[in-house]
């Protein structure tokens, strides 16, 4: 920085800048200053486009193995309250804002980002022109990358990165799984929250959750909806599950490749027909995988808290919370029913054919049966929910849980509680009556699912 960028900083609640470079796989390099941890942090490099909720990024273990680039400017306006944490322990490598902020102005805040990224051992640049990075990221697709404060050398990073693993060279589930089953009830909420949401209904149903890197909110809404849950750990034989005469099994979030879980999917495919099932992002693709589905790695995936969905079975469209880098690929399930899909029997990469169809199109797998599709991003045509036709089992690729994001996919907790008192319908919700359901705000929309 020159002399007089220096003295500019000076007036100002930034501290001394400490150099740090940004690195990708490609060579392309990144200059900023250190906002976090001091030393070297490496992962895919990968974007979130939400405007807030950085505390819940930086704490969801989804994140294992990555380095996070948040495309909103400042981040760190309102500090950092742990309560908002989905995780007692961070999980994310390194972190990439264009300007952090060391002040921040909140009565919920506990402490500043950059010292929370500090305490915590991940490395944080600041000052990189995020737009471009992104911008490279969407061009390129996502890849391997490293952050350093402590070698500023772009070949001596670039070497380091060709010999780091890669993403999916790790099993990150077994590593941010749970190590030792646990409860989690309505108890459990935290009291901190209920100045803007409503109390957990009464307890009605038992819930074994196979914690794959689960965020703490899903566990919070599994409890609002009148979920007592038993949390196991990720390769939890389907056997102890089943011996716990659970009233449904829920499938959580998680890092990395989804081929490196067969730990949890070949669980899963026991438990297909033997009890209902929900699975969300990562179980989401353990239950595809249980049912033979490949999955794909997207090129640069979907983060954010403004992802577009559309609900086929309600034709209602969704603004939803997403962090995932792989996804389902629908026609790998099994040729298209013609007469439960619109009469169509020619499959279509791109699925929001379907959308424009208005048709929910539905596939014969040979494990299980009928299943169809029920959601579909569209901003890229990909996959984002299925409904097993002839088993009791339901997910989608996003975060209803939406913290941190919206709540127009709040309804699927209720779903899952209609699934398991043995509904048909229990995925048609009208989310315009469900959206502000559990909010204090929202106490006067709040009617019972008919």
């Known amino acids: 920085m020159s002399q007089l960028a220096n003295e500019m900083l000076a007036h100002t609640s930034k501290p001394a800048p400490v150099p740090a470079l940004l690195v990708l796989a490609d060579g392309s390099t990144w200059p900023g200053m250190s906002c976090g941890a001091k030393g070297e942090a490496f992962g895919e490099v990968c974007f979130n486009t939400s405007l807030v909720g950085y505390v819940e990024v930086i704490t969801d273990p989804s994140y294992a193995g990555q380095i996070v680039t948040m495309t909103y ?138 914690d794959c890197g689960m965020k703490d909110g899903i566990l919070e809404n599994l409890a609002r909806v009148g979920c007592r849950v038993s949390v196991v750990p990720w390769d939890t034989p389907a056997e102890e599950v089943l011996a716990a005469h659970p009233d449904g099994v829920f499938l959580s979030n998680g890092p990395g490749d989804p081929d490196r879980v067969e730990g949890t999917y070949t669980q899963v495919e026991k438990l297909l027909g033997k009890v209902p099932v929900f699975g969300i992002c990562l179980g989401h693709q353990m239950i595809s995988k249980a049912c033979g589905a490949q999955i794909e790695k997207l090129k640069f995936g979907h983060r954010g808290g403004n992802q577009p969905v559309m609900n086929l079975r309600t034709h209602r469209v969704e603004i939803t919370s997403q962090n995932h880098g792989f996804g389902l690929l629908f026609d790998s399930l099994g040729p298209l029913v013609p007469e439960e899909s619109g009469g169509a029997s020619t499959p279509h990469a791109d699925l929001r054919y ?77 989310i315009a009556a469900d959206r502000l359901a559990g909010w204090n705000f929202g106490a006067a929309k709040e009617a019972a699912h008919a």
């Open 354 to 430: 379907w959308v424009e169809k208005g048709v929910a199109p539905v596939v014969m797998n040979d494990r299980f049966g009928r299943i169809q599709l029920t959601h579909v991003n569209l901003n890229d045509g990909t996959a984002e929910g299925i409904a097993l036709l002839d088993v009791p089992a339901f997910s989608v690729q996003y975060h209803p849980e939406a913290q941190a994001g919206p709540t127009d996919a709040h309804y699927l907790f209720t779903a899952f509680t209609r699934l398991m008192d043995g509904r048909s319908d229990y995925l048609d919700i009208d």
């Open 73 to 210: 400017p400042q981040i760190g306006n309102y500090g950092v309250c742990t309560d908002d944490a989905q995780r007692n322990r961070t999980a994310a490598t390194g972190m990439v804002v264009r300007d952090m902020c060391y002040t921040p102005r909140n009565w919920r805040s506990g402490e500043s980002l950059p010292a929370f990224l500090a305490r915590n051992n991940i490395v944080g640049i600041e000052g990189v022109d995020t737009r471009a990075l992104v911008r490279h990221i969407r061009e390129v697709g996502a890849q391997q990358g490293v952050i350093s404060t402590v070698d500023l050398d772009p070949e001596s990073l670039k070497q380091k990165i060709a010999a780091a693993p890669s993403l999916s060279d790790v099993n990150y589930v077994a590593k941010v799984s749970c190590e030792a089953p646990y409860e989690y009830d309505a108890s459990s909420v935290p009291a901190s929250h209920a100045f803007a949401l409503a109390a957990p209904a009464p307890e009605r149903y038992h819930v074994v959750a196979y």
